[in-house]
């Protein structure tokens, strides 16, 4: 029989109600989980008794377990490859800033270390976008709210973890009801992140994006665009077919409209494909009348075999500068990170790192919280 992870919210208050307990008791469950990842269930102070007999025959207090951790050079990444019950590995990375370094509107930043978790959703992915590692896998697996949920919990062990971002493995809205379940509990004790520090990160799942705000109000949504017109999107992401670039503009507005939120446009540099003049004009003249910060993402190459190269960092800058100074729209540019463990955006592909090869030296990243004011 299957065991179920007992951070999966709609299993575990069901299995509580269906046995006459509160399903609030929950909350302490996962409490005692978190600091005690290895614990036995007899171990938890004050439950009413049925519930550890529950627990004992159907649930596990993490189903996954930590496969393999790997650090880049400078410690700021750490990515995690998780053992699924299943046998099936996904990856979640950790990326540290230290906020005392830069400035926040001319003033010294306020805090210390924290830290982002990049967390998967699927085993795979199947909307096989053409730069992307995990794209080339194919799609395995939706993973559980508990499996998206236990990867936190893993990392909260490695670091205190104030962000989540979905920008792992898979396309999170395609694996809705549990990225809304865990996000959901996220937000709640004993988790407690704020939504405002919680972003999905979609290719466009149009239906999906059209009720999100309402299921997460205040969540953040991230877009991976990647190109200015619906040709180039198809060229690069073939799931783009299934999501015109009118339908997904149009599910944006309403989007912006009843979040009152900035949404956050992904936009990676593939040399001589999307990063031309031209293109930062179309995708100006697209994105001028919303409320979006642009994320330029130059491209991590995934193997000899990819057919991009990285835009030059001149082109960069340049493209920058249009959406910057023509447009008005504020653009930044991610730095890389995590390469050397192959931690970094479009890398998450479950391969271990070749240990043969020096790993190469690692940047530290503009705070993605930076991101989000
Ligand atoms: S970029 Fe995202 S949506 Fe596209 S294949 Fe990769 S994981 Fe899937």
């Not at 962000?163 to 004993?190: I, K």
């Not at 504020?330 to 090869?357: E, F, W």
Request: proline share 6%.
């Amino acid at each position: 029989m299957k065991i179920k992870s007992v951070f999966d919210v709609s299993e575990i208050k069901s299995e509580l109600e269906s046995a006459g307990i509160n399903p609030n008791f929950a909350y302490p469950i996962w409490k005692y989980v978190i600091r005690n990842p290895n614990c036995v269930w007899d171990e938890i102070p004050s439950l009413p008794s049925p519930a550890y007999s529950l627990l004992h025959s159907k649930f596990k207090p993490l189903t996954s377990s930590l496969h393999s951790l790997f650090h880049s050079t400078d410690g700021a990444t750490s990515k995690l490859l998780i053992k699924l019950q299943s046998g099936a590995l996904v990856e979640a990375v950790i990326m540290r800033y230290d906020t005392r370094l830069g400035k926040y509107r001319g003033n010294p930043r306020l805090g210390g270390l924290r830290s982002t978790l990049c967390i998967s959703s699927q085993v795979g992915c199947k909307m096989g976008c053409k730069f992307c590692a995990t794209g080339t896998m194919g799609f395995k697996n939706h993973l559980t709210s508990g499996e998206i949920l236990e990867q936190l919990v893993h990392a909260s062990r490695l670091s205190d973890i104030r962000n989540v971002v979905f920008m792992g493995m898979g396309e999170p809205l395609n694996n809705y009801s549990a990225v809304v379940d865990a996000v959901r509990v996220m937000t709640r004790p004993p988790f407690q992140l704020s939504p405002k520090r919680i972003t999905i990160s979609t290719v466009g799942v149009v239906h999906a994006i059209s009720k999100l705000h309402n299921d997460l109000p205040g969540i953040n949504l991230a877009v991976s665009l990647h190109a200015p017109v619906q040709d180039i999107r198809c060229q690069i992401m073939p799931a783009a077919r299934a999501f015109p670039l009118e339908k997904l503009m149009d599910a944006l507005r309403a989007f912006q409209k009843n979040s009152q939120q900035k949404i956050f446009i992904e936009y990676i540099m593939l040399d001589g494909v999307n990063d031309e003049e031209q293109h930062a004009r179309q995708l100006g003249e697209l994105l001028k009348t919303f409320e979006v910060v642009v994320n330029l993402i130059p491209f991590n190459p995934i193997g000899s075999s990819s057919q991009f190269r990285t835009s030059s960092e001149e082109k960069v800058s340049s493209f920058q500068r249009i959406l910057r100074e023509t447009y008005n729209i504020r653009t930044t540019i991610r730095k890389q990170m995590g390469q050397d463990i192959s931690g970094a955006c479009g890398q998450l592909v479950v391969n271990q790192p070749d240990s043969n090869k020096p790993p190469r030296s690692v940047e530290l990243i503009t705070d993605i919280e930076d991101l989000h004011l």
